[in-house]
């Protein structure tokens, strides 16, 4: 059979100023703020294998196993990943169909978003897949379709996503800050406290929030300033500024979900637990040397430096856990994987795991 | 020996509409919003008594049976009774000392805050015991001094606090909106779940969220306007919209608390499923029919109608247990009582405790 797998590996991003809150009346994922995030490491990634070949039938996206129904599902971003695989193929004037295989290594129920990850793969390796050879901008621009907050994973390091003013969005896409190697000291702990399902997913959420949290009227400039502040610590390798913006920018974000109506809850009192211990530790230490910021999610991840990587990776284990904390450090993006990690059966075009069946 | 007794019962007011917030560089209480209450009955009080006498050596406040040191306290209540002491001295021209006894009826370690119910009780009955007869607005100015929502627990029923603007706070006291026979169908299901102190004092966070919650900009402007559709809703007995008010509003103050730097956060797990459940039995019954609503605490103060009372009730107490719900009802404001009620020994000058050990 025809068509040739491609395959990539991803990872997520911690945002340290947070996105939250599209703007109202525009088309999928344009944002309200600008938003700054570090890409991390494999320790958390995403694998994903397409094929595009006019001997398939039709479209199939398996997530996890997973048959996805790109026809008719109730899933945002499998709807968005639909209409930017029609929106690709005209671009790449073919009519070929495609499979799309995406595994998560992500602990199962631990509660993390796994979708920047995931979009930030598929947005990488779909365009090359259909033959279309696009720059990391545009890449970024793709991801941003299927997820927001992926887009920023389409870089390593630091990464700012700047929020545009177009309302196509053309102007709505992640850039490099500074690569992974300019300040190679930062670390992040992760603290995995969750299971089960998200009662309001993110999608609502960034539609909900805006609408009805009256709170949230001065949070796109408060946030907009944030990161034009976080450039500038970063640009001095400040960390105690950076750690005050971002636990500031994680309350912020909570706050706003807690005006919400009706409220947005993610934080629990494992997570309190964890904002008290480390603010208890920087008092101790006279100094903020640890940040804590949590995504819609009750989990903490904590930015630290890697000389205080040990007391705050014991601070993490004494509230959830030895076996609940992992450690991450910043990754570079998305890149190719050789054939021997395909997903996909080259043979018969199917998820290597039914072709074993 | 001189002085006569008087004693009076006092108690608390759950806000609809929350006082969260110092204006800045005020003398004390002074609100950067207005505020709306219920004034609960006597199912949870304050009883004070006291005597002025030139036959004391010095001012003695006791609460619960604990002596308060007036002249050197860190509490910044009984700081402000000893300067609003001297204020009524000057006032009633009086160099006489005072005997102060004030014991709360309050489940212990409930969580549930009695000081607005003590400073209420004892703006009302100090001057008194001073030889003043003031009005019952100018009592009201007087228990803001104390305690700034306590001005609120002076009247019956709802109850209005003006901001006010003057920098002397002479315009900022409350006032009746209706009387508790206006609307009698109104219940407060209190919900019994905390232990233990706060660890930030409400003193501390009126001053800490102005100054340090970037989103708090907005939060006076939003309370001023929501006092205003909560009066239209009680003059149109709207209780869905009473309700909508309610928890929206307390969103909105837990909401700023967090936002704080370092941020407050006063709801726990348990606050969660219950607000959780509330959501839930209101979109069972098609309707908003409850209001949950939490001061600077966990305890749920639950706001219904008579008619749903123990659906309220069942629903409460599935989450904090049969034993930890408690139903008020409106109350009518403080009032005298005779004699026989009095904390303090006639002849001794001095707690009856201590006289009788």
Redesign the interface.
Known sequence: MAGKVVTAIGTPNIALVKYWGRRSGAVANLPTNSSLSITLDETLHTKTSVVASRDLARDTLYINRELQDLEKTTDEKVAFTKKLLDELRAVARTDEKVSIVSENAFPTGAGLASSASGAATLGFILPRALGLDLDTQQLSTIARKISGSACRSMFGGFVVWERGTKPDGSDSFARSLVGPDYWPEIVDVITLVSSGRK?VSSSEGHTRTPQT???Y???PA?AEERVGALIDAIQRRDFPKLA?IT??DS??L???M??????I?H???VS?AI??AI?ELNAREGELIAAYTFDAGPNAQIITLERHRQKVIDTARSIVGKDNVLVAKQGAGPRLLGESESLIDEGKLIHKYLAQL
């Open positions: 009662r949290s009256s709170l009227a001065v949070r408060i005050e636990m500031k309350n912020s909570h706050a706003t807690l005006d919400t109506y009706p409220p809850m934080l629990t009192d309190r904002i008290d603010n």
